[in-house]
């Protein structure tokens, strides 16, 4: 049995390329099983970044972003090399990065930064980080998110957020499609979208015996 909780099948400067296994049985999530969910690429996002960055240099662009995994591919994609400004929380887990041989070239605290000297900079901060403070003592702030979410404008209404990225630690779509078409055995999914997930994969299906090989239970997150 192979399980896929939190997976992409996009490269990542830090873990092995993305695999099938051969098994018996793949467990999968469907967090973005519907076909509007296709997540561009990660440095394509940040050019958009960088973009706005040269557009507007006189704004500080202040980023939310997962402090485990998400704000490190927003950090050095795209080739940008200037410094950044990170919260203490993202700073604890790029020092474990770097133990293990990654370089996120040069970042400082955000905390103690003299807000005057922000403008034209990214600011990286968590995504429940209060931002109050920094708001009010950083030249024309510019809010960022970088989210799977990002791709619903509700969601980034919700948040406030006047810059979407969509940068995803989850399957889109046409991963979910292909990676499960790859797997031999029998097939369960969770977490999400499932039923439009199954509803696809057996239209696709041919014949009844392919449909037999997809076998969708009724649980929650665990077996």
Known sequence: ?????????????????????????????????????RHPPAAAEVER??????????????VAAY??????????QAGYDERVFV?????????????HGQDFGDTAPLVGTDGSTLAGRIALVPPGARLD?????????????????????ARARQRGVEFQ????????WPELIRT???????????HGREDALRRHLELRALG???VAQWLWPNFNSTI
């Open 208 to 210: 009844p015996d392919a």
């Open 49 to 62: 970044l960088l973009a706005s960055l040269r557009a507007f240099p006189e704004r500080c662009h202040i």
């Open 180 to 190: 499960v078409e790859e797997m031999p055995g029998e097939v369960w999914i969770t």
């Open 1 to 37: 049995m192979a399980t896929a909780w939190t997976w992409t099948a996009f490269a990542s400067a830090w873990c092995p390329p993305f695999e099938p296994v051969p098994c018996d049985l793949f467990v999968t999530e469907a967090t973005f099983a519907l076909p509007v969910f």
């Open 133 to 153: 403070g920094l708001v009010r003592r950083v030249p024309e702030p510019l809010t960022a998110m970088a989210s799977d979410w990002m791709r619903v404008r």
């Open 67 to 76: 402090s485990l995994g998400k704000a490190q591919r927003v950090l050095r």
């Open 87 to 99: 919260h203490g929380a993202i700073e604890k887990i790029n020092a474990i990065y770097r133990a």
């Open 165 to 172: 990225l969509v940068i995803s630690d989850h399957a889109d």
